[in-house]
């Protein structure tokens, strides 16, 4: 079975990494804490869909591109 968490985690990096950001950054835009985004890229955490379209709106991208297996 395919680890979403972990396409999660290496998208949200790639994304993040993409436009330049941070994860101080992304959090101050997404209004969560800088290690929420951390344990997100380290795919221990288990973000909620409301938590991935925030990210994804912030990362320019969709909630779709976020949890497919591929280099964003």
């Known amino acids: 079975m395919l680890d979403y968490r ?6 949200v990096k790639a ?3 993409a436009l330049d950001l941070s994860q101080e950054a992304l959090a101050l ?8 985004v951390s344990g997100i890229e380290r795919g221990r955490r288990n973000p ?7 990210l994804a709106e912030r ?14």
């Open 15 to 17: 994304a993040r990494k």
């Open 59 to 72: 990362l320019k991208t969709t909630p779709a591109a976020l949890l497919t297996p591929h280099e964003l």
């Open 29 to 36: 835009e997404a209004d969560i804490d800088r290690t929420y």
């Open 6 to 11: 972990r396409v999660l985690a290496d998208n």
């Open 48 to 54: 909620s869909l409301t938590m991935i379209a925030k």
